[in-house]
């Protein structure tokens, strides 16, 4: 085995690590002489001690905006507060004082999606200078900019009944102030925060008068002349552990995780000699699954049948999840039949994983989806076997699912089988993956030969080289796909939620688990609204 998952989780510590310095030190000491805490050190002391804290989102933009914009000024995240799950999301004001570039607005509303999908509270640690003015084209319009967040906002309040807690500890201006205002309660703290629709310049131009920022929107004005805030706090500390007292009196969710449950087989480190040097070689997946699965049990589910598709009965810290996981390598059928190649999803095994999630979701267990799938069958053989036909069926059994969906992808993630094995274009709750997750409608090698193919063939046939601009093109090509398979670039751009290393998947695997069973209803979509009475029923 090799060190090929090391070396690239080391370069991924690497990267985040100083995306979680921010604006960088002279910015935290700044934040310091203001009385005031950054915001990764208020997620710290809000959430409860010793407990994991799933962050969504740490890479986006980190390769954009000329690095000006770590974790786009925004964390986000699942933690653990008063012994519950609540999704957290806290403007980085060492970042551009916190203002909102265009990815500031997709990691929110992922926050607040996955707040309505598993019908958890959500805490706004609001500290933000408003819309980055020179990126306003990629905040302000749209269907899916900033006013989506008031719209989610109010969905959250009006329908959902998801508790909103909104947190002003710093500047909260313009249309940003909409946040908080449309959340159940509001504090604020006394000397350092402010909210107002236009700060004092801008009164200034707008209507002549002078007013100071004090005056116009502090802690004290909002919470005993206007009544737009509900509690003002001393500072920070005091802030977040009212944030808590608040959380804590929330009533307890009906459905509660298991108190016991077994550790795994394997410590979760032997994961890290799981995946081969190359990631085009085989391994055992049931290897993977033994420090995951609590006592590394898998009950398997037709195990003798389609043995390129592994579906089984699991439990994930006490919590059950049914498993859906592709093996690797060549796989022996039944006596008389080909063997198969793991990672490709052929027509009997479509079937095979469209009944068990079919079973899954009648008697409402979640799915987890361990992926490293290369695609699907192709070639007269399938074709004769009805493989579109199964793999439809697939797709929709796993699209129409309404139990909790979470993803994990350890190597391959390519083609229509990323797709059947719960993509993101189907809403799973939570997508997440390890450092060598690799995600593209191919692997670089096939598409070199589905691009390229007959003019290499063609100069092989003639028993020359390919042209120089063939050549060039062939590795143009290679190089595009080796940084677009990279799970960095994947994390940057939001197609996974985060990337997280072998020992820390376990236990977030079970925090995803919990947040997402809160909600005991349908999980299709960013939100489904509960019945409501016909309009003129008595």
Not at 255 to 270: D, G, L, V
Not at 465 to 494: H, I, K, N, T
Request: aromatic fraction near 6%.
């Amino acid at each position: 085995m090799s060190g090929r998952l090391r070396q690239l989780a080391g370069e991924i510590r690497e990267l985040e690590a100083r995306l979680r310095l921010g604006g960088g030190p002279d910015k935290v000491e700044k934040q310091h002489q203001q009385g005031k805490l950054t915001a990764r050190e208020r997620v710290d002391r809000l959430r409860d001690a010793n407990t994991p804290f799933l962050e969504v989102g740490l890479l986006v933009a980190h390769d954009r905006s000329d690095g000006q914009a770590p974790a786009a000024g925004v964390i986000t995240g699942i933690a653990v507060v008063e012994g519950r799950e609540v999704v957290v999301v806290a403007n980085d004001a060492t970042v551009k004082a916190g203002s909102w570039w265009p990815e500031t607005i997709t990691k929110t509303l992922r926050a607040q999606e996955i707040a309505m999908r598993c019908r958890i509270p959500i805490i706004y640690l609001v500290d933000s200078a408003g819309v980055n003015l020179p990126y306003q084209g990629g905040v302000f319009p749209g269907q899916y900019g900033a006013a989506r967040i008031f719209y989610y906002n109010s969905i959250m309040r009006r329908y959902l009944r998801i508790p909103q807690f909104a947190a002003v500890m710093g500047q909260c201006v313009a249309g940003g102030a909409y946040l908080p205002a449309l959340s159940d309660v509001i504090l604020m703290v006394k000397g350092t925060s402010f909210m107002g629709l236009g700060g004092p310049n801008l009164v200034k131009g707008a209507t002549g008068q002078t007013v100071d920022g004090e005056t116009l929107g502090c802690a004290i004005t909002h919470t005993e002349i206007s009544g737009v805030a509900h509690y003002a706090l001393d500072d920070d500390p005091s802030c977040l552990d009212k944030l808590r007292e608040l959380v804590g009196r929330l009533p307890q969710p009906g459905h509660r995780a298991p108190a016991a449950w077994r550790p795994p087989a394997e410590p979760p480190s032997t994961l890290y000699d799981v995946l081969p040097a190359d990631h085009r070689l085989s391994y055992d997946m049931q290897t993977l699954l033994r420090a995951v699965l609590d006592e590394g049990r898998l009950d398997e589910f037709q195990p003798n049948l389609a043995k390129e598709m592994l579906c089984g009965d699991a439990h994930i810290e006490g919590l059950p999840v049914g498993v859906i996981a592709n093996a690797r390598g060549l796989i022996r059928g039944r006596p008389g039949e080909r063997p198969r190649f793991g990672g490709i999803i052929y027509a009997e095994s479509a079937e095979k994983v469209a009944f068990f999630i079919e079973r899954c979701d009648r008697q409402g267990i979640p799915l987890l989806f361990v992926q490293d799938v290369s695609g699907f069958m192709v070639g007269p053989d399938a074709e004769h076997e009805g493989i579109i036909r199964a793999g439809a069926h697939f797709v929709e059994a796993m699209a129409c699912a309404r139990v909790p969906k979470i993803v994990l992808t350890v190597n391959h993630a390519s083609g229509a089988g990323y797709y059947a094995m719960a993509g993101q274009g189907f809403d799973p709750d939570f997508i997440l993956s390890w450092p060598t997750g690799r995600m593209a409608v191919m692997e670089g090698e096939a598409a070199v030969q589905a691009v390229h193919g007959p003019a290499l063939d063609a100069a092989k046939r003639a028993g020359v080289e390919p042209s120089p601009d063939v050549l060039a093109s062939v590795e143009a090509m290679r190089a595009d796909y080796e940084e677009q398979l990279d799970a960095g670039y994947a994390a940057a751009r939001g197609f996974v939620d985060a990337i997280v290393y072998p020992e820390d998947t376990r236990d977030l695997l079970a925090l995803a688990l919990r947040a997402a069973n809160h909600n005991r209803g349908p999980h299709l979509g960013a939100f489904v609204l509960p019945p409501m009475p016909t309009i003129g029923a008595e």
